[in-house]
């Protein structure tokens, strides 16, 4: 246990092995339901390969594409302390295969009582807000639970939670958008054309795609991390967290879903992006806050372990700091290479993932770093050292954050952007331009060009996107 | 790992998540089946969707799990006896949709011939409704079924019907199933 908040995060005990979860029922059980759940896709997905093979395929590799950036991303946030990728591939495995089968399904069936017990005309409006959170937020959740149940000491902080959550998520977001696309080229009449699936590639994946099931399932599994870890609270406490973060998945879902705003602002594309901003931008930017102080907190502890060590040759105050965020360790990366190029970064690179794994293996239950893991690491963390002396950059530090009126003006061009798409192209060239410039002068960038770049890009992109949706005339 | 208490646990967590899996992906099937889906069809005219509408045979019941009205594209499944009478309505503005009444017909001839067992038969004559609109008709078969489709092309949107009974019950009921496709209306081209 660390000083500050020690229930934060509970570290894996060690010895744990993989292998261990053979001895519970759990594992059996989710086993068998991934193999029937495997079975129903197989089948599911027969038809559309024999009928539309071409678009089918296509569909199935854009969206599996279309699921890399977003690992990246909850990779990113894993970083100090990794989950298991046999867990992760079970997680997204649930998602794709269990949760959006069982969900097709419910859904239908949910969708026929509600025609009969309340009418036709309610179901149509109000039943995707109702029926689609309710069937598919539930399964998905039963997803960061089947894991909680296999490998419950693999799940360490709420953030493991939130992970396992996102990857459940993301592989019901395949499936599902694949299951569109097909039903866009079926509806189309057209044959086996890619048209429909490209168009449902841009609606689904990118329009909604930032605030769909994947944020959704974050938030419910980080209600599910928190039952898990914090036992120090008492069950009752624990379960109503739980079922409140269950409640935001739900409650964000039927806004998304619901038939409110569903006229928009008007038929222009001005119109349908005001409409996906105010139904999205809340629970990104809430989830988003959410995943900041959970991956605030399990930093801390980490660093923690690792400042405990007193050795500044291990890792430097700096280090430690930059450690903690990943825009820090970028940071620092970047610094690295402005000072000693490509090498020089990636000696820091090596150096950053040895103290993670280092402070993990310290934190699980091996606080001098005596042990097999924390010494293997140490030699790894010295060797980078040595090389950073070498190289006369001796600490692997963030350099004091600098703010230039380049980045000032790319991050507020960035914001307008949002509305006014000229101002986000002017916003991402600046970015882009400032970012390029320090990497070739070898200073270090103002991160507020990086902000400018990614809001002014992505600004572009929907409203590029959206644009080519209604000339197509998809929406 | 733990031992028998929390193996017991594990244990029944695990046959709390298969359970609530199967109360979804089947459980939910399995109540909706015993709930009747017919309900009686209020006298006058039936919004189909995306401003169509329909005035039901007289004896007409409709099924509202194949039922679902809204603005921009609608459906509808009267049943006379076992004969089915399926209207599917769609707006102009609906994306993807036909550009003209070649091309709807072509789609309803698919979809039927999609369905495994059913087949279109024979070719197509044209057909209009008391409002002017015009469109196409025609037949199919399937399995221990007779079929006969019409569809119907306009500015004001498309709709497609489709019926099918057995041989014997659909010559009692095509007569009053046809004058109610007859009456097929399009509220934008009314206005």
Redesign the interface.
């Known amino acids: 246990m660390r000083a500050g908040n020690p229930t934060v995060v509970r570290p894996t005990p060690p010895g744990t092995r993989p292998a261990?979860s053979l001895?519970?029922?759990?594992f059996?059980?989710?086993l068998?339901?991934l193999g029937i759940g495997a079975g129903y896709t197989v089948a599911d997905f027969r038809q559309p390969l024999a009928?539309y093979p071409l678009a089918t395929t296509v569909a199935l590799i854009l969206f599996a594409l279309y699921a890399v950036p977003f690992l990246w991303f909850v990779g990113s946030l894993d970083y100090l302390e990794r989950e298991p990728p046999l867990l992760l591939l079970t997680a997204g495995g649930w998602g794709a295969m269990?949760a959006a089968?069982?969900?097709a399904?419910?859904n239908?069936?949910?969708a026929?009582?509600l025609?009969?017990?309340v009418?036709?005309?309610f179901?149509?409006?109000w039943g995707p807000a109702i029926i689609g959170p309710t069937?598919e937020e539930?399964?998905k959740t039963?997803g960061v639970?089947?894991i909680a149940?296999i490998a419950r000491k693999q799940i360490n902080s709420v953030l493991d939670g939130v992970v396992y959550g996102a990857v459940t998520g993301l592989g019901f977001q395949v499936v599902e958008n694949i299951q569109y696309a097909v039903s866009?080229v079926e509806?189309?009449?057209r044959g086996d054309r890619i048209g429909?699936v490209v168009?449902t590639f841009l609606l689904r994946g990118f329009l909604g795609g930032l605030w769909s099931h994947t944020l959704f399932s974050a938030l419910a599994g980080a209600g599910v991390g928190y039952f898990v870890v914090r036992t120090d609270r008492g069950r009752p406490a624990r379960l109503a967290v739980a079922g409140l973060a269950f409640l935001g998945a739900w409650a964000f879902h039927f806004g998304w879903n619901s038939p409110l705003l569903a006229d928009g602002f008007g038929p222009g594309i001005a119109g349908v992006l005001t409409v996906l901003l105010i139904k999205g931008l809340p629970p990104l930017a809430m989830i988003l806050w959410l995943v900041r102080s959970a991956r605030q907190r399990e930093a801390a502890y980490y660093v923690t372990a690792l400042r405990s060590l007193g050795d500044p040759m291990i890792a430097t105050s700096g280090e430690l700091t930059a450690l903690a965020t990943g825009h820090k360790r970028a940071a620092a990366r970047h610094y690295a290479y402005a000072r000693c190029g490509l090498p020089g970064s990636r000696v820091v690179r090596r150096l950053q993932r040895a103290q993670a794994r280092l402070a993990v293996a310290v934190s699980r239950d091996d606080p001098t770093g005596q042990g097999d893991e924390a010494r293997r690491w140490l030699a790894v963390i010295r060797a980078q050292r040595q090389s950073l002396i070498h190289m006369a950059h001796p600490e692997a530090a963030a350099p004091k954050d600098r703010r230039t009126p380049a980045g000032r003006w790319a991050l507020g061009l960035g914001l307008v952007g949002i509305v006014v798409p000229l101002v986000a192209l002017v916003a991402a060239g600046l970015g882009a331009h400032g970012l390029i410039r320090s990497r070739r002068i070898r200073q270090p960038a103002d991160n507020w060009l990086t902000a400018g770049l990614l809001l002014g890009g992505l600004s572009v992109l929907l409203w590029t996107v959206t644009y080519a949706i209604r000339a197509t005339?998809?929406? | 790992?733990g031992g028998p208490v929390s193996?017991w646990a594990?244990?029944a967590?695990?046959?709390g998540?298969?359970g609530?899996?199967a109360a979804?992906?089947?459980g939910?099937?399995a109540?909706?089946r015993q709930?009747?889906?017919v309900r009686a069809v209020a006298d006058g005219r039936y919004e189909v969707g995306a401003g169509i509408s329909v005035l039901p045979p007289a004896g007409a019941a409709v099924d509202?799990?194949g039922?679902?009205?809204?603005p921009t594209q609608?459906s509808v499944l009267f049943l006379l006896g076992s004969v089915r009478y399926v209207v599917v309505a769609s707006g102009p503005t609906l994306?993807?949709g036909?550009k003209s009444l070649v091309?709807a017909e072509?789609?309803v001839r698919?979809?039927i011939a999609?369905i495994r067992g059913y087949q279109v038969t024979g070719g197509t004559t044209p057909i209009s409704t008391r409002q002017g609109v015009t469109g196409r008709q025609g037949s199919y078969t399937s399995p221990g079924r007779c079929g006969w489709y019409a569809v119907f092309y306009s500015p004001a949107g498309v709709a497609e019907v489709t019926v099918s009974g057995t041989d014997q019950a659909l010559r009692g009921a095509m007569a009053p199933i046809q004058a109610s496709v007859a009456g097929l209306r399009f509220k934008a081209l009314a206005d």
Do not use: Y
């Open positions: 261990s001895h519970r029922p759990a059996w059980v989710v068998g339901l009928s269990v089968t069982a969900a399904r419910g239908r069936a949910a026929d009582l025609a009969k017990l009418s036709p005309h179901t149509t409006v069937v539930l399964l039963l639970v089947a149940l866009a509806l189309a009449g429909p168009l005339g998809g929406a | 790992m193996r594990n244990l967590g695990a046959l998540l298969f609530a899996v979804v992906a089947v939910l099937p109540l909706n709930i009747p889906a509202v799990t039922t679902r009205p809204g609608g994306p993807g036909p091309e072509r789609r698919q979809k999609k």
